[in-house]
């Protein structure tokens, strides 16, 4: 009986090895060529510089570490422009997570806070231009590692600051863009400085807190 049974066993192994369909190779990304030598800061309007048919990657290298993020180019083709856009002109380097609330989310993007001497304005600045929100995405915050464009009241505020969620944030879902996940690199966002805390009173800041740099922004893409 047991020469029949293996008998079988190998019989239909060697079946389901025939209909297993192979598994999808994984995306092979490769770097954009940056726009500019140097940071530049201000724009009347960001250039189009994505294909939103393509897959995009953002790799974050910050002092505490590298985070690498999936743009969602379909979902919010403007943010991913935009975001982009800004990083292939060195935007991003130099600037700082200027607003790291434990249990919230990570801010980042401001242009002034790359300059220590303008820090009662970090939270404040922009590249110059503004666009609208993209909502209707099915998109939400309801995990740690999605990646959200900040803005000020107005809808119509978008522009380079940006926001990665430590925590399920659903208050914030309908409210502002999804353009983005965390792939690799929470762990790094876990180590970050905390520069405030929050409570029923809103946030108090923590004295002290050095803020972390972006060193730079590589953008990749998947042909």
Same mark, same amino acid.
């Given at each position: 009986?047991?020469?029949? =049974?293996?008998?079988?066993?190998?019989?239909? *192994?060697?079946?389901? @090895? %025939?209909?297993?369909?192979?598994? &999808?190779?994984? !995306?092979?990304?490769?770097?954009?060529?940056?726009l500019s030598a140097a940071p530049v800061r201000t724009f009347k309007?960001?250039?189009?510089?994505?294909?939103?048919?393509?897959?995009?990657?953002?790799?974050?290298?910050?002092?505490?570490?590298?985070?690498?993020?999936?743009?969602?180019?379909?979902?919010?083709?403007?943010?991913v422009n935009s975001f982009v856009f800004l990083a292939l002109n060195h935007f991003y380097?130099?600037?700082?997570?200027?607003?790291?609330?434990?249990?919230? =989310?990570?801010?980042?993007?401001?242009?002034? *806070?790359?300059?220590? @001497? %303008?820090?009662?304005?970090?939270? &404040?600045?922009? !590249?110059?231009?503004?666009?609208?929100?993209?909502?209707?995405?099915?998109?939400?915050?309801?995990?740690?590692?999605?990646?959200?464009?900040?803005?000020?009241?107005?809808?119509?505020?978008?522009?380079?600051?940006?926001?990665?969620?430590?925590?399920?944030?659903?208050?914030?879902?309908?409210?502002?863009?999804?353009?983005?996940?965390?792939?690799?690199?929470?762990?790094?966002?876990?180590?970050?400085?905390?520069?405030?805390?929050?409570?029923?009173?809103?946030?108090?800041?923590?004295?002290?807190?050095?803020?972390?740099?972006?060193?730079?922004? %590589?953008?990749?893409?998947?042909?």
């Amino acid at each position: 009986m047991r020469p029949l =049974m293996l008998s079988a066993l190998l019989m239909t *192994s060697t079946a389901f @090895a %025939q209909t297993t369909t192979p598994a &999808t190779p994984a !995306p092979t990304f490769t770097p954009v060529p940056y726009l500019s030598a140097a940071p530049v800061r201000t724009f009347k309007e960001p250039g189009w510089v994505i294909n939103p048919a393509k897959t995009y990657r953002a790799v974050l290298r910050t002092t505490k570490g590298d985070v690498t993020v999936e743009l969602y180019a379909k979902q919010a083709p403007k943010a991913v422009n935009s975001f982009v856009f800004l990083a292939l002109n060195h935007f991003y380097d130099g600037t700082r997570f200027h607003r790291v609330v434990e249990g919230f =989310m990570a801010q980042g993007g401001d242009p002034l *806070s790359a300059d220590a @001497a %303008q820090k009662a304005q970090w939270g &404040t600045g922009g !590249p110059g231009y503004g666009f609208f929100v993209e909502l209707d995405q099915g998109l939400n915050f309801n995990v740690a590692g999605v990646l959200g464009m900040a803005r000020s009241q107005s809808y119509f505020s978008q522009g380079s600051q940006f926001f990665i969620t430590l925590a399920p944030a659903d208050f914030l879902n309908g409210e502002y863009t999804v353009f983005g996940k965390v792939v690799t690199g929470q762990d790094v966002l876990a180590k970050l400085t905390r520069t405030a805390t929050s409570g029923q009173g809103g946030e108090t800041p923590i004295q002290g807190a050095e803020p972390d740099r972006i060193q730079s922004v %590589q953008i990749l893409v998947s042909k």
